[in-house]
């Protein structure tokens, strides 16, 4: 955590892969690219060896061990997912190496993917990082480019700015190590209700979501469901109810609100 002399704190999320940063809108997947699920950044991996962004608890594992839930003492909530329908190869290709409820810090490695593997068996090997809660009162920058897994920042989370001097804050907030300006940086959106303070809703019922059928199966599948939240608006959006329904949208938003 950096904190310049403005008083804006900034928590850098690290590079979970060595490899090539890039905005996450160039995932070929739309459950990432609209960022349905969280806002972040994703990476083009050059090896497998997957290590913990931030300083976290591990609230969940996908079963098929493709996915990592995290989240930080000051309540961010990361996930990490490997690979783009890496779910269908059931844990082959990937070795964890923690546990949920373990206590990790940046840098320490969570899992091992084959990398090699995978790339025979033809599978897209981008990796999103999304940040998926946690964002209430904090904006973020994004980096992209050459990174190294535990060492390179590829989102700087800011907390506590004031109004004014915020733009000079973000500037000064997203740097490498050495204090140079990180190349590439970008501002992702803000997802804070400053006026309210309005937090998320609990964890959503997925046993019910399943019933809505295969159209959202695919984010219950990467989404970790012991930690990590998504809004029902974000989950309504993505199953194309809005566009089916229209103005009725509204109410079967209510109404499932009512089942959760």
């Keep these: 955590m950096n904190k310049n002399t403005d008083g804006c704190i900034g928590i850098r999320i690290l590079s979970p892969l060595t490899g090539t940063a890039v905005p996450l809108e160039e995932v070929p997947d739309p459950v990432f690219s609209q960022k349905i699920i969280g806002d972040g950044v994703a990476i083009l991996p050059q090896d497998g060896n997957l290590v913990s962004p931030i300083d976290a608890e591990v609230v969940s594992i996908a079963e098929t061990l493709h996915a990592y839930g995290l989240r930080s003492e000051n309540g961010i909530e990361v996930m990490i997912h490997f690979g783009l329908e890496t779910v269908a190869l059931k844990g082959e290709c990937f070795q964890c190496c923690v546990k949920v409820g373990d206590k990790v810090k940046a840098g320490e490695l969570l899992a091992k993917a084959d990398l090699k593997a995978l790339e025979e068996k033809q599978v897209n090997t981008i990796t999103p990082v999304l940040i998926c809660g946690g964002m209430e009162g904090r904006s973020m920058n994004a980096f992209t480019g050459p990174v190294k897994a535990g060492t390179d920042a590829v989102i ?3 907390d506590h700015c004031p109004p004014d001097g915020t733009a000079e804050a973000e500037t000064a907030a997203l740097q490498n190590p050495d204090g140079a300006p990180a190349a590439n940086a970008s501002s992702l959106t803000d997802t804070a209700d400053r006026k309210t303070g309005k937090t998320r809703k609990s964890l959503i019922n997925f046993d019910f979501l399943q ?3 295969k159209v959202l199966m695919t984010v219950i599948a990467v989404m970790p469901a012991a930690g990590l939240m998504i809004s029902v608006g974000k989950l309504i959006q993505m199953a194309g109810i809005q566009a089916i329904y229209g103005p009725k ?7 499932i609100n009512d089942i959760l």
Excluded: M
């Design 156 to 158: 700087t989370v800011l």
């Design 249 to 255: 949208a509204d109410v079967l938003k209510s109404d």
């Design 211 to 213: 019933k809505l059928g």
